[in-house]
């Protein structure tokens, strides 16, 4: 396995530190403290806190664009289209917890190029998914209601499963992805 480098060690303890407490309650110095070095060493390989913010939010946004451009490009039905955009989901979760954590927190702090970077991948990532919806309503493999209900109603769910996931203790991918497919696109309703 490839040794970090302080940068990303840096970024790995800020990101522990801004899901704890949230990124305007974190200071450089409280990042120092918790690697154990004087913060002005954090700035031999790190600019700011915006842009440890920004490293950790544009990889995990990347992560999903990647994710759903691949699903975009595949052949697969709407309910496996959708069935994927959930394991991705699950995927991140699980690899990317405390870049997800400042995604859906911390995201209105980036400033510039990479707030509207941010904000475009986001907004086509959501149309890409309420793509999906519609041409999987139209096929007649999802019930006809309003996709932006569907859309709004798998993504607080997905966007959320952070929190859950980490409070449950862990619980194995394979089931989770299986588990949440189902209820997401089938209910629960016997």
Same mark, same amino acid.
């Given at each position: 396995?490839?040794?970090?480098?302080?940068k990303?060690e840096?970024i790995i303890?800020?990101?522990?530190?801004f899901k @704890?407490?949230g990124y305007n309650a974190?200071?450089?110095?409280?990042?120092a403290?918790?690697?154990?070095? $004087?913060a002005a060493?954090?700035?031999?390989h790190?600019?700011? $806190?915006?842009?440890i913010?920004?490293t950790?939010?544009l990889?995990?946004a990347? @992560?999903? =664009?990647?994710?759903m451009?691949?699903?975009?490009?595949? =052949? /697969?039905?709407p309910?496996?289209?959708i069935?994927?955009?959930i394991e991705?989901?699950i995927?991140? =979760?699980?690899?990317?917890?405390?870049?997800? /954590?400042?995604?859906?927190?911390?995201?209105m702090h980036?400033e510039?190029?990479?707030l509207s970077d941010? &904000?475009?991948?986001r907004?086509?990532?959501?149309?890409?998914?309420?793509?999906?919806?519609?041409e999987?309503?139209?096929? @007649?493999?999802?019930?006809a209601q309003?996709?932006?209900?569907i859309?709004?109603?798998?993504?607080? =769910?997905l966007?959320?499963l952070?929190?859950?996931?980490?409070?449950?203790?862990?619980?194995?991918?394979?089931?989770?992805?299986?588990?949440?497919?189902?209820?997401?696109?089938n209910?629960? &309703? &016997?």
């Amino acid at each position: 396995m490839k040794a970090r480098t302080r940068k990303e060690e840096i970024i790995i303890v800020a990101s522990r530190l801004f899901k @704890e407490k949230g990124y305007n309650a974190v200071s450089m110095r409280d990042i120092a403290l918790a690697m154990g070095i $004087k913060a002005a060493s954090l700035y031999n390989h790190i600019q700011g $806190k915006q842009e440890i913010l920004s490293t950790l939010i544009l990889e995990v946004a990347q @992560e999903f =664009t990647l994710g759903m451009n691949t699903v975009m490009l595949s =052949t /697969a039905t709407p309910t496996e289209k959708i069935t994927s955009v959930i394991e991705l989901h699950i995927d991140i =979760t699980v690899n990317y917890s405390e870049g997800l /954590a400042a995604l859906n927190n911390d995201w209105m702090h980036l400033e510039n190029d990479d707030l509207s970077d941010f &904000v475009k991948m986001r907004e086509n990532y959501e149309e890409n998914f309420r793509k999906i919806i519609k041409e999987g309503i139209e096929k @007649e493999e999802i019930k006809a209601q309003h996709p932006e209900v569907i859309l709004f109603s798998i993504l607080s =769910t997905l966007r959320s499963l952070y929190v859950w996931y980490q409070k449950r203790g862990k619980l194995d991918v394979n089931i989770l992805k299986k588990d949440m497919v189902a209820v997401l696109l089938n209910g629960i &309703v &016997v």
